[in-house]
């Protein structure tokens, strides 16, 4: 009996994680208001964990969910006239802007997720927050989970969250998704939302916290999701494909004492080669059919690294070009800091080195440990030791995590041991 | 949904507005645009900070009168519009239409707060 319960209990919280972000999308679209869809869709989901148990779950759970949340916001609504007012004249406004969006015809809810993307990673709103937003609103994570995810407390995420969503509500950030002509302006912040979702859960996944790769994978949900609302965007192809293709590495990344292993000394057998092919195709799309976009070019980079059986037969003149088409769409010192070192493994460290003084001078990239650790190891490959030593202590005043000040510390001690 | 538009410029080393290339005849199509669209409610522009004068009344209720805006200013206002469109979006572009949104200026977009009054 108790194992039975646990089995519609798991099955009820794969229900919700699948069904939360479309069931919030659905009752923003239909009432306008982020904390009512916020308060139903909670009251809808308890109202499932106290009926499923004993009377099974219904053939459509997403309609369930929806049909008694909805129930509940009009129940809200009756009750709260002044909530109401506003709301009427909300949905007059929105109507006034454009017609409803059309149903999705494959599945029992239409699918309002698109336009809640596009509210979520709005440029309006602070850029730290979209990610947050996004998680929450589309990813369907609580806002303790949220607040767990990018380790602050709850209360402080809770505050974040609270603003952003008093931002939408009363500078009236709209609920809609972008026109054609607008898209081009508007799409890159929301691939930088769910971006940086998974680059936030790549900063730690090393550290203590293993939460923190789940992140990563929830980011790559949300990529899922966005892949199936707009399949004719071809950076959405390369966003989902460089995800996959830097996930596939997860296993090898981590030492068995947790320690940071660079790309360089990964155990290559241990990738994720199912990940690796879904995400090669990816590429095949993103870079097909017209000029690439940011993400295509890093994703076709992440899948040269991906490809070759070692790092000596990495194809670096073709790593190399791609850099150079990335410096193009992204003029950047921390891309050129990579093209430097793809130099390096093409050309030798000495012609690295070179391009790495170049960019000695540019304040955006002090305090960046990378640079004076890249340049530590083109020196040690140079025998200048004297010279690496220094380079990897300035890099060891900058690093924040733990497994990274490790492998410094190790660098520095394989160049000053004679 | 109202919201102001206020036409913000940086101010030069001569204490006035940099000159952000637009012309007169700029403004006049903008102005013309926004009333034919329907969505325009009030607006003004506003002379130079020679014109400007500041007021402060201090704790015990005496004035002060000073020539020019209240602090050195480095953002100078000058002019606004409000407009009622349905949405953030739709402000957004109005103010990215105007001819104070380039050459170094910028438009900033507040909602109007809409407070009832006591009758």
């Known amino acids: 009996m108790a194992g039975e319960e646990a089995a519609v209990g798991s099955s009820v919280e794969a229900v919700f994680r699948e069904e939360r972000g479309r069931l919030l999308a659905s009752l923003v679209h239909r009432f306008g208001d982020l904390d009512l869809a916020e308060e139903v869709a909670s009251e809808a989901i308890e109202a499932a964990l106290t009926h499923w148990p004993t009377e099974g779950v219904p053939s459509r759970p997403g309609a369930w969910l929806l049909t008694t949340a909805r129930r509940r916001a009009v129940d809200r609504l009756r009750r709260d006239r002044v909530l109401a007012t506003r709301l009427a004249v909300l949905q007059a406004e929105a109507e006034r802007a454009e017609p409803a969006p059309p149903a999705d015809a494959d599945r029992d809810l239409p699918d309002d997720r698109l336009a809640l993307f596009f509210t979520c990673a709005h440029p309006a709103l602070p850029a730290q927050d979209r990610g947050a937003l996004t998680l929450r609103f589309l990813a369907g994570l609580t806002t303790a989970e949220v607040a767990r995810a990018y380790l602050v407390p709850p209360a402080t995420m809770a505050q974040r969250l609270v603003r952003s969503k008093r931002k939408i509500r009363d500078a009236r950030i709209p609920f809609r998704v ?50 199936r609302l707009l399949p004719g965007e071809r950076e959405v192809a390369g966003l989902l494909g460089l995800m996959l293709l830097t996930h596939a590495r997860r296993d090898a990344r981590t030492g068995p004492d947790g320690a940071v292993v660079l790309l360089d000394d990964q155990d290559r057998t241990r990738w994720d080669h199912a990940m690796i092919d879904e995400g090669r195709a990816l590429v095949l799309v993103a870079l097909t059919g017209g000029p690439p976009g940011p993400y295509g070019v890093q994703a076709a980079i992440a899948a040269l690294h991906d490809e070759a059986p070692d790092v000596a037969s990495t194809d670096w003149p073709q790593v190399v070009a791609l850099y150079d088409v990335l410096l193009g769409l992204i003029p950047s010192p921390v891309v050129a800091l990579n093209r430097a070192a793809a130099v390096a493994m093409r050309d030798g460290p000495e012609a690295g080195l070179a391009l790495l003084d170049e960019l000695a001078d540019d304040p955006r990239l002090r305090g960046y440990h990378p640079y004076p650790a890249t340049r530590g190891d083109l020196l040690r490959l140079l025998g200048r030791n004297g010279e690496a ?30 | 949904m109202k919201y102001m538009l206020l036409f913000m410029s940086p101010v030069g080393p001569d204490g006035e507005a940099v000159d952000n290339g637009c012309t007169f005849e700029d403004w006049i199509r903008f102005d013309r645009d ?46 606004y519009d409000v407009i009622d469109v349905p949405d953030l979006d739709a402000a957004l572009e109005w103010a990215a239409r105007s001819p104070g949104a380039v050459g170094g200026g910028w438009v900033q977009v507040r909602p109007i707060a809409e407070i009832e009054m006591p009758v």
Do not use: M
Request: proline share 6%; aromatic share 4%; charged share 25%.
């Open chain 1, 178 to 227: 972008p026109g054609t002509d607008e898209l081009p302006e508007r799409l890159p912040t929301v691939l930088q939302a769910v971006y940086s979702v998974f680059t936030e859960g790549y900063a730690a996944s090393s550290g203590p916290d293993l939460q923190r790769t789940d992140l990563a994978a929830e980011a790559i949900r949300l990529a899922r999701i966005l892949r």
């Open chain 2, 34 to 79: 926004i009333k034919d669209a329907g969505v325009w409610v009030s607006g003004h522009p506003l002379q130079d900070l020679t014109t400007c004068t500041s007021v402060r009344v201090g704790p015990a209720g005496e004035r002060t009168i000073t020539d020019g805006p209240f602090a050195e200013t480095r953002e100078l206002l000058g002019g």
């Open chain 1, 389 to 418: 030593a220094a380079a990897y202590r300035n890099a060891l005043t900058l690093v924040g995590t733990e497994p990274e000040r490790e492998h410094l510390l190790r660098r520095l001690a394989s160049v000053t041991a004679d």
